[in-house]
């Protein structure tokens, strides 16, 4: 995955391009109502993760009726419906890479369950919390789109904001982004300066970056990658994060 973004070298997950279209909608609707009831009410405009998931939601073209439902399950959950909550998973998968796996559950037994079969299926283990988590570190991305801007200019507001590294790369349909990286702690403030700026966000979200990565034999990378596409298929399972180097044509393998 070199040569492309560096955020999908660190950060495999469901993305928005999902075919599974309702199973996206569903996962982005947990995030909102985990957002309203954690992130500080249903006002986006006072909510910061709120508003970073409800832009996600607007890239999905997700209907308006499913964010107001969601939103409103955030503000005040219906009488005996359970409430979602954020667990992280920690693993290795073939070959001893580092696999951080976050879910989104109403049912803890369940999700564990799935989360260990898919390890052991895939060839790999599910540790202990603490395990892994300490080689990665979380950090704000953001994508902006270049279009109509010169980049210089972008590149100079990002590091004034308070940025701390910025590559420009291209998506799928080789339309120019720049990419910013910054600190959890000034992800929020980097954003607002670029809104304030009049940018076109693409995507804000808050990833797990690793600190240190690692090489594996083709063989064991291509099985790590099957593990971590099972992973991924797990309804409760929002991102996967592993420290593990992945080329461009060991990818397009998988």
Not at 53 to 75: E, H, S, Y
Not at 215 to 230: E, F, H, M, S, Y
Request: proline share 2%.
């Amino acid at each position: 995955m070199s040569g492309h973004s560096k955020w999908h070298s660190i950060r495999r997950s469901k993305g928005i391009l999902d075919n599974k279209r309702g199973a996206v909608f569903t996962q982005i609707a947990r995030e909102i109502t985990v957002a309203v009831r954690e992130g500080g009410g249903g006002d986006p405009n006072a909510n910061f993760r709120l508003r970073v998931v409800l832009q996600k939601a607007k890239a999905a073209n997700m209907p308006a009726d499913n964010i107001d439902r969601a939103i409103k399950r955030g503000l005040g959950t219906a009488e005996g419906e359970a409430q979602d909550e954020e667990i992280t998973y920690e693993g290795y998968g073939p070959g001893g890479c580092a696999i951080l796996v976050k879910t989104l559950t109403n049912n803890r037994n369940r999700t564990a369950s799935e989360v260990r079969s898919a390890f052991t299926k895939g060839g790999g283990n599910l540790g202990e919390l603490g395990s892994v988590g300490w080689m990665f570190q979380r950090r704000g991305v953001i994508q902006l789109d270049i279009n109509g801007h010169d980049v210089e200019e972008m590149e100079m507001a990002a590091i004034d904001a308070g940025a701390e590294d910025v590559s420009e790369t291209t998506d799928e349909d080789d339309n120019r982004i720049l990419e910013v990286y910054t600190t959890f702690e000034d992800w929020k403030k980097v954003q607002e300066a670029f809104d304030q700026q009049g940018f076109n966000t693409i995507s804000s979200e808050d990833v797990m970056q690793p600190t240190t990565s690692m090489d594996l034999p083709q063989d064991k990378t291509l099985q790590a990658l099957k593990l971590i596409d099972r992973l991924e298929e797990l309804d409760d399972v929002q991102n996967v994060y592993t420290n593990l180097n992945v080329s461009d044509e060991v990818a397009a393998m998988s």
